[in-house]
């Protein structure tokens, strides 16, 4: 089976940077996504990481370390609009298993 | 707009019924996949289909079924409905094949059970 981790909420202010954990435990591991969900809404792709390291695109970054069974995703410059949940989910060749969502709630 | 359409938006039934749900995915797109939300249970995969075919096979109960049709347009029929399956169904589309490919999902049914 597939097990995933990763906090239920998170709170930052404008303009700062948070960092979101994610754990996982699966069998034949490819990789591992992040997915954005605002309220009532339908997810969206942020990143996949199928090698170890970092990926940057724009303000957001993804981190993966295959060995450790652990990612992040690092958003920066934190705005408004950023409030939402962010679901992190590991993939094998048949089966997508999906975290239950960390909801990041930025500040003014 | 992620080119995935999905109806109806809404569907409220009772107990005992059943419903079918409606996707059709991007342009181009063969793999379909549907999941289920809830808020107890968060997003979970129930099954994909590429060009036709069941390719992959999550937590969809014996109760649910699927199918891709020759114009790559997709149903999901819940059957038996109890007040469990009352949640958001999301489908989503891919170009790819492997279930490890980016995904864009359409707006979701919500579905509630009375």
């Known amino acids: 089976g597939q097990n995933i981790d990763q906090p239920t909420e998170m709170t930052a202010t404008e303009g700062a940077i948070v960092q979101i954990n994610c754990t996982y435990q699966?069998?034949?591991?490819?990789?591992l996504f992040w997915y954005q969900q605002h309220a009532g809404e339908a997810p969206t792709f942020l990143s996949y990481n199928v090698l170890d390291g970092l990926e940057e695109k724009g303000r957001f970054s993804s981190f993966l370390s295959r060995s450790k069974g652990y990612s992040y995703l690092l958003l920066k410059e934190l705005q408004m609009k950023d409030s939402a949940s962010y679901l992190c989910?590991?993939?094998?060749?048949?089966?997508?298993?999906f975290g239950a969502g960390t909801t990041v709630t930025v500040r003014a | 707009d992620s080119g995935v359409t999905q109806t109806p938006k809404h569907l409220i039934t009772a107990t005992g019924q059943r419903v079918t749900l409606r996707c059709s995915p991007r342009s181009g797109d063969l793999s379909v996949y549907w999941y289920q939300q809830s808020l107890d249970q968060g997003l979970q995969f129930l099954i994909q289909?590429?060009?036709?075919?069941?390719?992959a096979k999550g937590n969809i109960l014996e109760r649910f079924s699927a199918q891709q049709f020759p114009d790559l347009h997709s149903e999901l029929n819940l059957s038996s409905l109890e007040l469990g399956d009352s949640a958001l169904y999301f489908c989503?589309?891919?170009?790819?094949?492997?279930?490890?490919?980016?995904?864009?999902f359409g707006p979701g049914t919500r579905l509630t059970v009375t």
């Open positions: 699966t069998s034949g591991f490819n990789g």
């Open positions: 989910a590991a993939c094998n060749d048949y089966k997508l298993s």
């Open positions: 989503a589309s891919s170009v790819e094949r492997d279930i490890c490919g980016e995904q864009y």
């Open positions: 289909y590429y060009n036709g075919e069941e390719r």
